[in-house]
């Protein structure tokens, strides 16, 4: 069939949506040449429809290759969808559902654009998808996944360290180490290899072959902000302000924190700055007592400084030791260090094997021989400690471990152990003192002397004595002008020292005193105290060997008299005890029965004689307190009276009575006469 058109004919005009609206029907329609025109204009014109084309919006350069071809079919089929839904019916939501799925390919190429940057974006668009589905039929379970995401944590990306630390060395490089190129100290002198010269060639700097060490002599630089190898402090990346959160402590006790801060501050101990530029801000801490206590922590900081954690008391013991005297620290403290560092494993079981027990494990850490070659004189230094120490190793390599167990007892008793702790205590003074100076073995005896000088100049002259005992205990006696340099720096201490200050002394009369204000008091801790006071001024007490009497300690003899054995006293080294006799009177006696009635005195044979009213034993710092408490109570507080006042007071008293001085030296356990009249009051003559 033809379709002719008549442009004379006068046909009438047909409406746009007559047309598009039409039902296909087998008729004619005539158009005049004006409208078939508008209608191929109108069809080629821009669509009218909603939605945008993407083919008229720039494209997306993506990174992902899969994502980009998606986009591109994505565009194809928009493009063909647009015009069919420009023109599509209205009737049976045609129209609308090519709408519909235009915009669905439109969100679904933005998806695309930002997945590209975020993968993350899929998972977080199918579970709000999840929500909206059930948003009507079970809106608990949507809101649940809308708040699952946001619970998610965040992983953290843990970046690789671009440098890494090497292992601390003392020394910068390794021609400076006191032995070859990190072979052991010990090691045999290896074959020395004669250059060979040749005409216009110039002789190698160093003969030492090729081994396994080598000859690194370049150093690697560090930064000392980080303590990373590979570049310097300004251009470290690291270098800015840091700053990190108080620790758990920190934050539990966060009210005390406060508190501790504000207190710092208002006192001036620190201060608030207005710029944190260029700061590391350090984490605070909480330390757990008896009180608490507000800690700075600087772990973090100086993170260049590889060192070990030691006490600040033995780390003022350490000093510097030159290089060429680094294999006699190791000698002399059988100890390795981190020079040893490269030895053999095998090395260290030999050592062991042949050192044995008895003296310090190579793998321990020590002050000997520290991870600076820090090291004074050693320990135990004089001519006695070396023979003992060369016996215990004869008998150690002949097997005789019972013999080696001897002489290690014998070095354990040669002095008491507190009168070891004192000499130790002095030995840590004098290596302090020790680290002003550059140390040389052979001047040993000079350093001793300046230490003794140092004393005098601090006028500390009663340690003079007691500090020349303790040198001449570990490092041997002096030779004989040394010795003679000594004894004059004493007899300067001795001219230069303050007289001796006679302290108060306690009187028989006072001491009858405070019993009568104990038994009229009749108070439980009254009767302890007053009880107390007693027994130290009638068997000349110290007051560490008062608080230790046990009631097996004291025993009722004939005609009234009674002993009380001391088993531990000041100046008793052998450890033996000593007895001391003495009489009751009435009063006392009255007293000592009023003690023995009370509910705490009814204790077993092993128990302490003088304890609290919660079973505890004395300490010397309670009985202290507890005997200027029953001074105040009986009126004799203006006396100044102290806890050494009746052990001096009866001395005075037994003076005074005529008793000849060397029996009260005896009871009352003084060695020397010079101790002993510092306790006496002065006595006049006997007729």
């Given at each position: 069939m033809e379709e002719s058109f008549d442009t004379n004919a006068h046909a009438t005009a047909v409406p746009l949506e007559a047309i598009a609206n039409c039902e296909a029907v087998p008729t004619f329609v005539q158009?005049?040449?004006?409208?078939?025109?508008?209608?191929?204009?109108?069809?080629?014109?821009?669509?009218?429809?909603?939605?945008?084309?993407?083919?008229?919006?720039?494209?997306?350069?993506?990174?992902?290759?899969?994502?980009?071809?998606?986009?591109?079919?994505?565009?194809?089929?928009?493009?063909?969808?647009?015009?069919?839904?420009?023109?599509?019916?209205?009737?049976?939501?045609?129209?609308?559902?090519?709408?519909?799925?235009?915009?669905?390919?439109?969100?679904?190429?933005?998806?695309?654009?930002?997945?590209?940057?975020?993968?993350?974006?899929?998972?977080?668009?199918?579970?709000?998808?999840?929500?909206?589905?059930?948003?009507?039929?079970?809106?608990?379970?949507?809101?649940?996944?809308?708040?699952?995401?946001?619970?998610?944590?965040?992983?953290?990306?843990?970046?690789?360290?671009?440098?890494?630390?090497?292992?601390?060395?003392?020394?910068?490089?390794?021609?400076?180490?006191?032995?070859?190129?990190?072979?052991?100290?010990?090691?045999?002198?290896?074959?020395?290899?004669?250059?060979?010269?040749?005409?216009?060639?110039?002789?190698?700097?160093?003969?030492?072959?090729?081994?396994?060490?080598?000859?690194?002599?370049?150093?690697?630089?560090?930064?000392?902000?980080?303590?990373?190898?590979?570049?310097?402090?300004?251009?470290?990346?690291?270098?800015?302000?840091?700053?990190?959160?108080?620790?758990?402590?920190?934050?539990?006790?966060?009210?005390?924190?406060?508190?501790?801060?504000?207190?710092?501050?208002?006192?001036g101990a620190v201060k608030r700055v207005s710029s944190n530029e260029g700061i590391r801000i350090n984490p605070l801490s909480v330390a757990k007592g008896k009180k608490l206590r507000l800690i700075l922590d600087l772990s973090d900081l100086n993170k260049c400084l590889n060192s070990f954690r030691i006490k600040y008391e033995d780390m003022s013991t350490v000093v510097w030791v030159p290089r060429e005297h680094n294999v006699d620290a190791d000698l002399a403290s059988r100890l390795l260090d981190l020079d040893d560092w490269s030895v053999s494993w095998e090395i260290f079981k030999e050592l062991d094997s042949l050192w044995g027990g008895s003296v310090k494990i190579p793998r321990q850490w020590t002050l000997s021989a520290g991870n600076r070659n820090g090291c004074g004189p050693p320990d135990y230094a004089g001519p006695r400690w070396k023979s003992l120490d060369s016996t215990a190793d004869l008998a150690h390599l002949n097997r005789r471990q019972d013999l080696q167990s001897a002489l290690q007892r014998a070095a354990q008793a040669a002095v008491a152990p507190s009168t070891l702790l004192r000499y130790s205590s002095i030995k840590g003074r004098f290596l302090s003192f020790l680290a002003q100076f550059q140390f040389q073995p052979e001047h040993l005896s000079k350093y001793r002397n300046l230490f003794l000088a140092h004393l005098v100049c601090a006028k500390q002259f009663k340690c003079i004595p007691v500090a020349a005992a303790a040198l001449s205990f570990f490092y041997g006696s002096l030779e004989k002008g040394d010795q003679e340099v000594q004894q004059l720096i004493s007899n300067l201490a001795n001219k230069e020292a303050a007289p001796v200050i006679h302290r108060n002394k306690a009187s028989a009369k006072d001491v009858s005193l405070i019993i009568q204000w104990a038994l009229s008091e009749g108070s439980h801790k009254a009767i302890v105290i007053a009880t107390f006071i007693m027994l130290a001024f009638l068997a000349f007490l110290r007051i560490s060997e008062a608080v230790s009497i046990r009631w097996e300690h004291i025993s009722l003899q004939k005609d009234d008299t009674w002993w009380l054995h001391i088993p531990k006293s000041k100046t008793d080294q052998a450890g033996v005890g000593s007895t001391v006799a003495f009489r009751m009177e009435e009063e006392h006696t009255r007293l000592w029965n009023t003690f023995t009635s009370l509910p705490s005195s009814s204790a077993a044979s092993s128990a302490f004689v003088f304890t609290t009213q919660s079973g505890k034993p004395f300490s010397t710092s309670f009985a202290s307190k507890s005997i200027t408490w029953a001074l105040e109570k009986a009126g004799l507080a203006h006396l100044h009276l102290t806890s050494h006042s009746f052990r001096g007071g009866a001395a005075t008293e037994a003076i005074r009575k005529g008793v000849h001085q060397e029996d009260v030296k005896r009871v009352g356990r003084w060695r020397t006469t010079s101790a002993f009249l510092s306790y006496v009051d002065p006595t006049p003559l006997q007729k």
């Amino acid at each position: 069939m033809e379709e002719s058109f008549d442009t004379n004919a006068h046909a009438t005009a047909v409406p746009l949506e007559a047309i598009a609206n039409c039902e296909a029907v087998p008729t004619f329609v005539q158009v005049s040449w004006e409208d078939l025109n508008r209608l191929m204009a109108q069809g080629s014109a821009p669509s009218t429809s909603t939605v945008s084309v993407p083919a008229t919006q720039p494209r997306h350069t993506f990174t992902k290759t899969g994502l980009a071809r998606q986009y591109e079919h994505n565009c194809e089929v928009f493009d063909l969808l647009s015009p069919v839904a420009a023109f599509a019916p209205e009737e049976q939501d045609v129209k609308k559902t090519l709408d519909r799925a235009l915009e669905l390919i439109r969100q679904r190429n933005e998806l695309l654009v930002v997945a590209d940057s975020d993968p993350a974006v899929f998972a977080f668009v199918d579970q709000r998808k999840k929500a909206e589905e059930l948003e009507t039929s079970n809106p608990v379970l949507a809101a649940y996944f809308k708040e699952k995401k946001k619970e998610e944590p965040k992983k953290v990306s843990i970046r690789s360290q671009t440098w890494k630390l090497r292992r601390p060395s003392p020394y910068p490089s390794a021609f400076q180490r006191p032995f070859r190129y990190e072979r052991p100290a010990w090691a045999p002198e290896p074959l020395f290899h004669p250059p060979m010269f040749q005409y216009g060639f110039q002789p190698r700097p160093d003969a030492q072959p090729h081994g396994v060490f080598p000859n690194v002599t370049q150093r690697r630089q560090m930064c000392y902000s980080c303590g990373k190898f590979g570049h310097f402090f300004r251009d470290c990346k690291f270098n800015k302000s840091q700053s990190q959160y108080n620790r758990k402590s920190a934050l539990f006790h966060s009210d005390f924190v406060t508190t501790e801060v504000a207190n710092l501050t208002s006192s001036g101990a620190v201060k608030r700055v207005s710029s944190n530029e260029g700061i590391r801000i350090n984490p605070l801490s909480v330390a757990k007592g008896k009180k608490l206590r507000l800690i700075l922590d600087l772990s973090d900081l100086n993170k260049c400084l590889n060192s070990f954690r030691i006490k600040y008391e033995d780390m003022s013991t350490v000093v510097w030791v030159p290089r060429e005297h680094n294999v006699d620290a190791d000698l002399a403290s059988r100890l390795l260090d981190l020079d040893d560092w490269s030895v053999s494993w095998e090395i260290f079981k030999e050592l062991d094997s042949l050192w044995g027990g008895s003296v310090k494990i190579p793998r321990q850490w020590t002050l000997s021989a520290g991870n600076r070659n820090g090291c004074g004189p050693p320990d135990y230094a004089g001519p006695r400690w070396k023979s003992l120490d060369s016996t215990a190793d004869l008998a150690h390599l002949n097997r005789r471990q019972d013999l080696q167990s001897a002489l290690q007892r014998a070095a354990q008793a040669a002095v008491a152990p507190s009168t070891l702790l004192r000499y130790s205590s002095i030995k840590g003074r004098f290596l302090s003192f020790l680290a002003q100076f550059q140390f040389q073995p052979e001047h040993l005896s000079k350093y001793r002397n300046l230490f003794l000088a140092h004393l005098v100049c601090a006028k500390q002259f009663k340690c003079i004595p007691v500090a020349a005992a303790a040198l001449s205990f570990f490092y041997g006696s002096l030779e004989k002008g040394d010795q003679e340099v000594q004894q004059l720096i004493s007899n300067l201490a001795n001219k230069e020292a303050a007289p001796v200050i006679h302290r108060n002394k306690a009187s028989a009369k006072d001491v009858s005193l405070i019993i009568q204000w104990a038994l009229s008091e009749g108070s439980h801790k009254a009767i302890v105290i007053a009880t107390f006071i007693m027994l130290a001024f009638l068997a000349f007490l110290r007051i560490s060997e008062a608080v230790s009497i046990r009631w097996e300690h004291i025993s009722l003899q004939k005609d009234d008299t009674w002993w009380l054995h001391i088993p531990k006293s000041k100046t008793d080294q052998a450890g033996v005890g000593s007895t001391v006799a003495f009489r009751m009177e009435e009063e006392h006696t009255r007293l000592w029965n009023t003690f023995t009635s009370l509910p705490s005195s009814s204790a077993a044979s092993s128990a302490f004689v003088f304890t609290t009213q919660s079973g505890k034993p004395f300490s010397t710092s309670f009985a202290s307190k507890s005997i200027t408490w029953a001074l105040e109570k009986a009126g004799l507080a203006h006396l100044h009276l102290t806890s050494h006042s009746f052990r001096g007071g009866a001395a005075t008293e037994a003076i005074r009575k005529g008793v000849h001085q060397e029996d009260v030296k005896r009871v009352g356990r003084w060695r020397t006469t010079s101790a002993f009249l510092s306790y006496v009051d002065p006595t006049p003559l006997q007729k």
